[in-house]
């Protein structure tokens, strides 16, 4: 990683990111400080909230990507997440959805459980794991204005793409409600497969 990254504010950054979404894109998020500054940002029937289980959040934006291929789908992970499920890069390289973005939080801290040092604390590149995996355009973000370069891509330009982010060790800014089925359903129904009845509440 270039030392002339800037060191960005998760909830900042997340907020910067929902402020782009313009065409319905889902938004799937892992559990913690990723996912609470995601429901801070702004609710969106589009966005999920993983709960309790790490390194899912690839997996599920993944799945995603596949069954909507014109959606464009967002994967927002921290790095001790992906780090629980390194293989996903893997999988993710081989299907090699176009509509896929996943963006790494690398703060180099398993946060929430006591801030002890992950991988990527002590000297992962995060960004050449992923590359080693197979997703070729696969960066480290230099600043604001590179961001906004990298997120504002077509899919005609090709993917997946693996944006990585350096940033501060700051809480999350709210958190979200841990209501697994609300989330699910309402998450069904952002993306337009929602069945109806109760559960769509």
Same mark, same amino acid.
């Given at each position: 990683m270039s030392e002339s990254n800037k060191i960005f504010n998760r909830t900042e950054l997340t907020k910067r990111l929902v402020g782009q979404l313009k065409h319905e894109e889902a938004v799937v998020a892992g559990i913690g400080n990723t996912n609470f500054d995601l429901f801070a940002a702004g609710h969106r029937p589009q966005n999920f909230y993983m709960l309790g289980s790490m390194g899912i959040a690839i997996p599920i934006a993944l799945g995603v990507a596949i069954a909507q291929p014109e959606r464009g789908v967002?994967?927002?992970? @921290?790095? @001790?997440s992906l780090l629980m499920g390194l293989g996903c890069l893997?999988?993710?390289?081989?299907?090699? +959805?176009?509509?896929?973005?996943?963006i790494v939080m690398d703060n180099g801290l398993y946060q929430i459980t006591g801030k002890q040092t992950t991988a990527t604390g002590g000297g992962t590149d995060i960004v050449a794991v992923a590359r080693g995996c197979g997703i070729a355009a696969s960066h480290w973000v230099h600043d604001d204005t590179h961001f906004d370069e990298l997120i504002a891509r077509r899919f005609d330009d090709g993917g997946p793409v693996l944006l990585a982010v350096k940033i501060?060790?700051? +809480?999350?800014?709210?958190?979200? +409600?841990?209501?697994?089925?609300?989330?699910?359903?309402?998450?069904?129904?952002?993306? @337009?497969?929602?069945?109806?009845?109760v559960l769509d509440a």
């Open positions: 967002i994967a927002l992970e @921290g790095d @001790g893997t999988t993710v390289a081989t299907v090699r +959805p176009r509509n896929l973005t996943i501060d060790d700051k +809480p999350g800014a709210a958190q979200t +409600p841990r209501d697994p089925a609300l989330i699910r359903n309402r998450f069904m129904k952002g993306l @337009g497969i929602g069945s109806g009845g």
